[in-house]
DNA sequence: CTCCAGGGTGTAATATTATAACAAACGTCC
DNA sequence: GGACGTTTGTTATAATATTACACCCTGGAG
């Protein structure tokens, strides 16, 4: 389960970094989403988005699972489930380079091209959206005449604070 | 094993619009590339691009290793090791957003950012290169101070093809 | 109040994607 | 030919994700 730090760095140094993102902000946005939809911001929701958010990092499925099992084991399929709502809601996003998922600080507009970028080091994840990098995809898209729907914007990289502490 | 399409748009009706990529030239990139590392274009290496590159699509690694099989079993840790090469000789890519792999129709340049524009419909994908989302990945980065390192940008959408016949 | 319908939950099973470990085969250099 | 490093074939296992189904809860219709 627990991976390997030298193999990933999900882990790695533990929590440096690691900045908890408010968890009542993104509990009020999952909350109003699931009144707008007229479904219940549950239990396991709540569990799940709260462990993100105190985490401040991505995390995998199963990770989560485990991290919400006490007395009763909480079974992966639980979390999917809930991680899929917290998606809906713009509260969660996943990310695809990682098949790990994290709480979302920001309250996204529409049509706004959002780029994510994870620490190699550290596995911390910093949102930011970029109109050039829209401009761009609208640009290469049309070029090809080719309907954009759906970006996928993620930028392998070194974060300031690993960048700053080299061997840290 | 196959998906179903009404699911998964990978598969979904068949090959319309996959083209072909040229698999001399590709293959040839491979060999090349293997000659400079001083390590062989083996017999797998060269089956898992043919393969590749005739289907013209993203194929998962489970459903190369099956296609490859015949008489013999071709085992799937077989077509990872093969990929692996194929990726560093930059003659394959790897689709985040499906876990899928295709064979590249390009030489790319070192530092470009590559967009890979995968459809909905079809499960075609084409890649074109971009200064603007480039730049525009270096300006969120920058403004981050985040060092970036290697970028992974994907657009789901609809194809040209997919586009104009829409229920085809 | 009772019944019903729609979701959500708990649980088990299974599918899909990816890697680890290791002995045998191969190729190249000496 | 022999040593050495890589590739292969094979088995096993880890990690990620979905399907199936019985049960439960809740809110509205009658
Ligand atoms: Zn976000
Ligand atoms: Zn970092
Ligand atoms: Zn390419
Ligand atoms: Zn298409």
Same mark, same amino acid.
């Given at each position: 389960m627990a991976r390997?730090?030298?193999?990933?760095?999900?882990?790695?140094?533990?929590?440096?970094?690691?900045?908890?993102?408010?968890?009542?902000?993104?509990?009020?946005?999952?909350?109003?989403?699931?009144?707008?939809?007229?479904?219940?911001?549950?239990?396991?929701?709540?569990?799940?988005?709260?462990?993100?958010?105190?985490?401040?990092?991505?995390?995998?499925?199963?990770?989560?699972?485990?991290?919400? #099992?006490?007395?009763?084991?909480?079974?992966?399929?639980?979390?999917?489930?809930?991680?899929?709502?917290?998606?809906?809601?713009?509260?969660?996003?996943?990310?695809? #380079?990682q098949s790990s998922y994290f709480a979302c600080d920001h309250q996204h507009g529409s049509g706004e091209t959002v780029v994510f970028m994870v620490c190699s080091q550290c596995g911390a994840v910093q949102e930011a959206a970029s109109n050039l990098v829209a401009r761009g995809l609208l640009g290469v898209a049309k070029t090809s005449g080719f309907k954009p729907l759906h970006p996928i914007v993620e930028l392998e990289g070194e974060c300031a604070s690993c960048n700053s502490q080299p061997a840290r």
């Open positions: 390997d730090p030298k193999q990933n760095p999900r882990g790695g140094h533990a929590d440096l970094h690691a900045h908890a993102i408010d968890a009542d902000a993104v509990q009020g946005r999952a909350r109003a989403y699931a009144a707008s939809k007229g479904i219940p911001f549950t239990q396991m929701r709540q569990r799940v988005l709260a462990l993100l958010a105190a985490s401040g990092k991505p995390m995998a499925a199963y990770e989560i699972a485990e991290k919400l #099992s006490d007395a009763r084991r909480v079974q992966a399929v639980q979390v999917y489930r809930a991680l899929e709502f917290l998606q809906e809601a713009g509260c969660v996003h996943r990310l695809a #380079s």
